[in-house]
């Protein structure tokens, strides 16, 4: 199979540039699944039911969220009944929503999601370790599942580099998100799973991760909050990576990573 997976999607020009290219990368490089980390979507800040209805309607599959899940309130009203928009499995049992998906996918084949978060400089929730020993332990890639995909949403690099090597062999994918940064490591460990640090930000890289230049600057210079963080527009680059796995085990064949538009040096899968 054929999986593409777009970093953070930040405020309106993020949106539009997935918008605009999702299906036809469908179309061009033969991909089978499609997710989105979707978690600055709305003005930055979380996301609603109108931006979800326009990503799965331009061809994407499943959602992925983070520490920004609950920004927007209305979140709430549709979470739990969306089973395509995912956030972190290692929130407290209770909290609305789910971590983890299971989808059909065309050839009768089934993908599993999973979505953690890190602790390190992050909200302090469940070990993101033994919760994905406790989603992964029951699922045998290449039997139950035809292919894992993990988000490790996180901060700190190391912990997410850890959280890699920890489900090596056993996940056809994890990759970072959160940090908005694209980081040039995309390889398959030794085990046979694809693994980037951090896929970066579909926005625009004329900004502060994402965010117009002014207030990030004046909090970092005056150490005093000025006003609202707000969306860079202009023109945004798409920024993921593309992840081929074997259909008779489900370990990764391929990864390369996919840059178009804005300010970055764009980059296309060669296959």
Known sequence: MRFLFFGDIVGRSGRDVVLSHTQRL???????FVIANGENAAGGFGI??????????SGVDVITLGN???????????????????????????????????YEVPGDRRVMVVQVMGRIFMDPLDDPFARIEEELAPVQLGREVDAIVLDLHGEATSEKNALGHFVDGRASMAVG?????????????????????????????????????????????KKIPGGRFTPAIGSATLCGVLVETDDNGGLATEIQPIRIGGHLEPTYPNL
């Open 68 to 102: 920004h899940a609950w920004d927007q309130r209305e979140v709430f009203t549709f979470i739990d009944s969306e089973e395509r928009l995912l956030r972190p499995c290692n929130y407290p049992s209770g909290t609305p929503g789910r971590g983890v998906g299971i």
């Open 48 to 57: 609603t039911k109108k931006i979800c209805g326009e990503f799965f309607d």
């Open 177 to 221: 998100t959160h940090s908005h940064v694209p980081t040039a490591d995309a390889r398959i460990l030794p085990g046979g799973t694809a693994y980037q640090t951090d896929l970066g930000m579909c926005g625009n890289y004329d900004s502060i991760i994402g965010m117009e230049k002014e207030e990030p600057l004046n909090r970092f210079v």
């Open 26 to 32: 469908r179309d061009d490089l033969g991909i089978d």
